[in-house]
Each structure stands twice: as structure tokens, then as C-alpha cells.
């Protein structure tokens, strides 16, 4: 009853800052407030029969008329920074509760991207982002968290509806594709990348980044969806726009970031790299050149780095390597490519070759 009682706060709050100036929304959440009371005595009801109240994750709970609201606060073209920040944290606050049908996943991101794409709030943006993380968290792990044994068929029946689309979503590229999108782009965008949403972003993609691969056996859609993240990491990496992220800013930054993640990755699942097909694939197709173009950037710039990337190498390390013929290869900091042989033997003094 208590979450009950925060959300019937938060919709009064928002209707006391919409009902002059956004009248659509304040019809919305006058219909939220009049489905409260139903809720409630659902509650009352179940609290009685069950001997306990219902949990985070009950269908009780996942009201599609109490999120539209703050939904169209956020979707608002001229909402003002107040009625945002009460719109988030209610949709933060129902995220968090897991009171979202896995349906409204997809109107939650658009409007995340809305605001990603024109506010400029740190406190906004930081905000989205936790929202963020809690909305794909629970849509990548709700399926491990069945419900109790001894729920009503009714209940199971709506639990198993819910955990087969559940599975939808992690194998959902569109939906991955958004989210990446948004943290990558509030990355790009933020005054520094030691700034706190330039933080939170590079924290929530690397979260992403996780949930997408900790999920790739867990059908071939999810499976899928992790080849293409890998290729758009790469891609991001050699600062190219990508299938997915062609929008993007990128930045140097983000390079810097796209080779973090897919060093976190590789480490991380070697194994899947190593013994999976299409992971041997894009592996050699994507990153062999960027690993041409590191080392080509580390031979080539005279200054130790490339004034537009986020890579940057040392001014005075050679790189050595050596083939099956004993042959060796070193490139230096001043671009001079020498070759010589192992087995080749010392010249003597005075002697003319």
C-alpha cells in the first residue's frame, strides 16, 4: 500500500505543475488518479486472501494508465525542467518497483531519447541514465525472478505471458540499439568525460554492454543481438559510424570507451570467441583492422598519438615482430621500418660487403 501511496503523490504533484499549462497531461493523470482506488482494493483483497502483500513484480502493480502520464510529461515538446524531473523520477520509481509491462519497455526508451536528444540538464541527463540501467536491468533479468509456487494459476498464467516476452526483449536489437544509442550519445555530448554524466553514461554502457553478452545463449535473437553490438563497438572504435549508431557524435572519447569495452569483453568471453562460429567471424572481420590501425597510429604519429583519436601511444616505443623465418620488423617512434635477421652474422671491422 505504501508504493500505492507514493505513486497517488507523484501523480498530484505532477497534476499541480501540469494543470494550467499542459491540460493533456493533467487529463492523463486525472485517469490515473480515478484507477487508483480499484488498485487499492485489489490490494486490500489480496492482502487478505494471501496473508501478505503483494511484491515488486505483481501484476497488481503494472498499471498502463498510471505510467502514461508521466510518459507524456517527458514526450512534451515544451515541458518545463520541474516537470521533467518529477516525470523521471516516478518512472524511476515504477521501473524500480518492476510495475512496467514488458509492452511499455519501448515507449520508456522513446521518450528517454526524446530528452537525450534536446536537454541539456546534467541533472536530467543523469537521471535518464539511471533510469535507464534500472529499465534494461529488469527487462534482461526479470525472467530469473519466477514468481512464488503458490500464486493463483491466474497469476502463474500471467507470469508465464510476461517472461515470454520478457525473452523478446533481450533478443530485441532495436531495443538494445536505443538504449546504446542514448548513453553513447550523452557521452559524446557531455562537457568531459571526467564529468558526472559523461561518468554515469560510460558506467551505464559498460552495464549494458554486460547484460546484452551475459544473455547471448539465450536464444539466437540475444545471440545476434551480441554479434551486432560487437561490430558496432568496433566500429566506434575506429571512429566510424556504425550500422546501428550512425547517429552518434563520435568523439575521441568514445574511441577510448569502444576499445575499453571490447577488451572488457573479449577477456570476459574468450571462450565464445574462440568455439562460436559467427563470433570467429565478426572477430576477424572487425577487429583486425582496428588492430591495423592502432598499430599503423602508434608507427606513424610522430607526436605519440593522433590529434583525433582517443588512442594515444607512446612517443619513443618500437614494436617488434617476428615471423616464422626469423625475420624481424621494428617500427620506431620516428617512422623508420628496419629489417634484419636473426641468423644473420656480425659484420667485421675493416671488412667491405
Not at 546504446?180 to 559524446?188: E, G, R, T
Not at 615471423?323 to 659484420?347: F, L, M, W, Y
Request: glycine share 6%.
Amino acid at each position: 500500500m505504501d508504493f500505492l501511496r507514493l505513486l497517488a503523490a507523484d501523480l498530484h504533484a505532477l497534476r499541480a505543475e501540469a494543470k494550467r499549462k499542459y491540460p493533456v497531461v493533467k487529463e492523463a493523470v486525472d485517469r490515473a488518479l480515478e484507477a487508483l482506488p480499484a488498485l487499492q482494493q485489489q490490494y486490500a483483497a489480496l492482502l487478505r486472501v494471501e496473508g501478505r502483500a503483494p511484491g515488486p513484480g505483481h501484476p497488481l502493480f503494472q498499471s498502463e494508465s498510471v505510467l502514461r502520464p508521466f510518459l507524456l510529461a517527458c514526450n512534451h515538446t515544451n515541458a518545463s525542467h520541474k516537470i521533467l524531473v518529477l516525470a523521471l523520477a516516478s518512472i524511476q520509481r515504477l521501473v524500480s518497483w518492476d510495475a512496467i509491462e514488458p509492452a511499455s519497455v519501448g515507449s520508456i526508451l522513446r521518450v528517454l531519447q526524446i530528452q537525450a536528444e534536446k536537454n541539456a540538464h546534467a541533472d536530467v541527463q543523469v537521471k535518464l541514465l539511471q533510469t535507464l540501467l534500472q529499465l534494461m536491468t529488469l527487462a534482461y533479468e526479470e525472467k530469473k525472478d519466477a514468481g512464488p509456487q503458490d500464486k493463483t494459476k491466474q497469476q502463474t498464467a500471467v507470469q508465464d505471458t510476461g517472461q515470454q516476452q520478457d525473452s523478446e526483449l533481450v533478443g530485441n536489437e532495436d531495443m538494445v540499439m536505443q538504449a546504446v544509442w542514448i548513453c553513447m550519445h550523452l557521452h559524446a555530448t557531455s562537457s568531459s568525460a571526467s564529468s558526472v554524466v559523461g561518468n554515469t553514461a560510460a558506467m551505464t554502457i559498460r552495464q549494458l554492454v554486460s547484460l546484452a553478452f551475459g544473455k547471448v545463449h539465450a536464444s539466437p535473437e540475444a545471440k545476434h543481438v551480441g554479434v551486432l553490438l560487437f561490430q558496432e563497438l568496433c566500429f566506434m572504435s575506429r571512429e566510424e559510424n556504425g550500422v546501428w549508431l550512425k547517429r552518434t557524435a563520435v568523439s575521441p572519447m568514445s574511441a577510448a570507451l569502444g576499445v575499453e569495452l571490447l577488451e572488457t569483453v573479449l577477456a570476459a568471453h574468450y571462450a565464445l570467441f574462440r568455439d562460436d562460429v559467427e563470433f570467429k567471424a565478426v572477430l576477424k572481420q572487425q577487429m583486425t583492422p582496428l588492430v591495423q590501425s592502432v598499430l599503423e597510429m602508434g608507427c606513424n604519429d610522430k607526436s605519440g598519438g593522433s590529434a583525433n583519436s582517443g588512442i594515444t601511444g607512446p612517443t619513443n616505443t618500437s614494436i617488434t615482430s617476428s615471423n616464422t623465418t626469423g625475420a624481424v620488423v621494428s617500427c620506431t617512434g620516428n617512422d623508420r621500418i628496419q629489417t634484419s635477421s636473426k641468423h644473420e652474422k656480425p659484420k667485421r671491422k675493416g671488412h667491405v660487403v
